[in-house]
């Protein structure tokens, strides 16, 4: 049968085909500076680099099933028990995961904003309905407009605490009165714990609808090798497993997480010289008459309002001159205004702050 490509079209689900295609996006070479993707600066621990080069003969065989001796790592570090734990191909995989598990077709996951655009595309790939809430004027949680939105058919409600791209917190009584008022799953997104140190995962086994999202990405700085996990409540976890893959997590990834969470005093290390940097970054950008917003993050949300400049004129600008940040203008929940920028190591953090002088002499003078 010689099949005509229209018809191929219709074959696909209608929840994909209406999603934008992926592009390798713009090219970066050896001397970009790049703080668009919210990563650590610095390499992985040289324990971690180790226990890869050891782990790499051994990869003609497949991984430990439900993540092996790092489930039992985790539950050290994080204080819940190994059956409180799912570990993911990052926490991306649990985001589309915990949709899979929870979300039939045309059911709602409910999405205060602005807020992680990973939630909406996993909601949608699964054919849920994104209903988006709008933050609060300082981006906190408007819980009454919240609870207002939980129809029936809503399954999920994600925050992510600190929030992307706002990078503020929400106060765990906060957290604790949305899981009193809602009636479907509370999935509380702490990508960002080492950096903040603020945690619910200790109401897992009070609240059974809470799920808590951690990574390994961003503090211990293996964004590449995709570690996240998640903690709640046992069943929870049985049945998130029962709808993941069978080896969600490379072998590879296993021993450095194992060798990462070993290694804590690099990671405390780099945390400091972030936590360091941070109040340096956001005062120049001040001082350039660029709005910070507070930060509980590696990562800062700059509004761009008061040079009376659209985000993404000037984010363009910074990209001629290899400097890369995220632009927000018009994403949900936030207007024409911010873009994100991650802390960087100090000569990138300089190289940003002279690559923005350029841009907004280039910008204000046309
Ligand atoms: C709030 C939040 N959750 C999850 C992720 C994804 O993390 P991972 O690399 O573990 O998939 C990010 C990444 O930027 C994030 O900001």
């Known amino acids: 049968m010689t099949l005509n490509l229209d018809t191929l079209e219709q074959w696909v689900s209608p929840?994909?085909?209406?999603?934008?295609s992926k592009t390798v996006g713009p090219h970066k070479d050896d001397q970009a500076i790049r703080l668009d993707k919210g990563e650590l600066p610095y390499p992985p621990s040289p324990k971690v680099v180790e226990a890869i080069t050891q782990?790499?003969?051994?990869?003609?065989?497949?991984?430990?099933?439900?993540g092996g001796v790092l489930r039992e790592r985790l539950a050290t570090y994080t204080g819940a028990s190994p059956e409180q734990l799912i570990i993911s191909n990052g926490s991306d995989d649990l985001i589309e995961l915990i949709?899979?598990?929870?979300?039939q077709p045309?059911?709602?996951?409910?999405?205060?904003?602005?807020?992680?655009?990973?939630?909406w595309h996993a909601t949608q790939?699964?054919?849920?309905v994104p209903?988006?809430?709008?933050?609060t004027p300082d981006f906190g949680l408007d819980v009454d407009a919240l609870v207002a939105k939980v129809a029936p058919d809503t399954k999920v409600l994600y925050i992510a605490n600190p929030n992307n791209p706002t990078a503020n917190l929400v106060a765990r009584e906060?957290?604790?009165?949305?899981l009193n008022r809602v009636n479907c799953m509370v999935v509380v997104d702490e990508c960002y714990f080492e950096l903040c140190q603020t945690t619910i995962a200790d109401l897992v086994d009070t609240y059974p609808h809470l799920i808590v999202l951690r990574s390994l990405s961003k503090s211990f700085g293996l964004a590449g090798l995709r570690i996240g996990y998640g903690i709640a409540n046992t069943q929870v976890v049985d049945y998130l497993y029962r709808a993941a893959q069978l080896f969600p997590v490379n072998k590879v990834a296993i021993s450095a997480g194992i060798a990462a969470l070993k290694d804590q005093a690099y990671v405390e290390a780099n945390i400091q010289k972030i936590l360091a940097e941070k109040p340096r970054l956001q005062q120049a950008l001040t001082d350039l008459g660029l709005k910070v917003h507070p930060s509980e993050t590696n990562f800062l949300l700059v509004d761009t309002q008061p040079l009376n400049l659209q985000s993404k004129?000037?984010?363009?600008?910074l990209q001629e001159q290899n400097i890369w940040v995220a632009d927000f203008g018009s994403k949900p929940g936030l207007g024409d205004h911010y873009f994100r920028t991650a802390v960087g190591t100090p000569a990138e953090n300089q190289a940003l702050l002279k690559g923005l002088e350029v841009a907004i002499s280039q910008s204000t003078s046309v």
């Open 106 to 119: 045309g059911q709602q996951v409910l999405l205060p904003v602005p807020s992680f655009f990973v939630y």
């Open 55 to 66: 782990v790499a003969t051994t990869c003609n065989r497949y991984p430990a099933v439900l």
């Open 174 to 178: 906060t957290l604790v009165e949305v």
């Open 131 to 135: 209903v988006f809430v709008q933050r």
């Open 99 to 103: 949709i899979k598990v929870f979300v």
């Open 15 to 20: 929840s994909i085909r209406s999603l934008a």
């Open 313 to 317: 004129v000037l984010v363009k600008a």
């Open 125 to 128: 790939v699964m054919g849920g």
